[in-house]
């Protein structure tokens, strides 16, 4: 069992930038896909970006291509997502999920394959 906990959420002017991070704890991060998902009010939940366990290969929405970086660091079993240039659309619920390293590279942004998530932290973006 692999239990996430997200941080580094808050409120930031509009360009501003914030990192979050999702410590893992249980198991370690090192043969997990990881993902970042976010969901804003009213909206359903929608994929931001994902790394593979090796950390060689990341993924992004066009929505954050560009402003976002995922990374992650094995030895601390921490991932993490930069985040800048944030607008008030990227305002926010931001999880993280964990998902097991066989499961196909090309579905990483299926939340359903996604076994472990972490309990969201807010992110709000002032205009």
């Known amino acids: 069992q692999v239990q996430l906990v997200e941080s580094g959420g808050g409120l930031v002017e509009t360009d501003g930038s914030l990192r979050l991070s999702c410590a893992a704890s249980?198991?370690?991060?090192?043969?997990?896909?990881m993902g970042w998902f976010r969901q804003a009010p009213g909206k359903e939940r929608e994929f931001v970006s994902a790394?593979?366990?090796?950390?060689?290969?990341?993924a992004y929405a066009d929505s954050v291509k560009g402003r976002f970086t995922i990374s992650r660091d094995n030895a601390k079993n921490t991932a993490y997502l930069q985040m800048n240039n944030l607008q008030p659309e990227d305002t926010a619920v931001y999880y993280c999920?964990?998902?097991?390293?066989?499961?196909?590279?090309?579905?990483?942004?299926?939340?359903?394959?996604?076994?472990?998530w972490g309990q969201g932290t807010q992110v709000t973006v002032s205009s």
């Open positions: 999920a964990a998902r097991h390293w066989s499961l196909p590279w090309t579905s990483y942004a299926l939340q359903q394959g996604y076994s472990y």
């Open positions: 249980g198991r370690t991060l090192s043969t997990l896909h």
């Open positions: 790394i593979r366990p090796s950390g060689g290969t990341t």
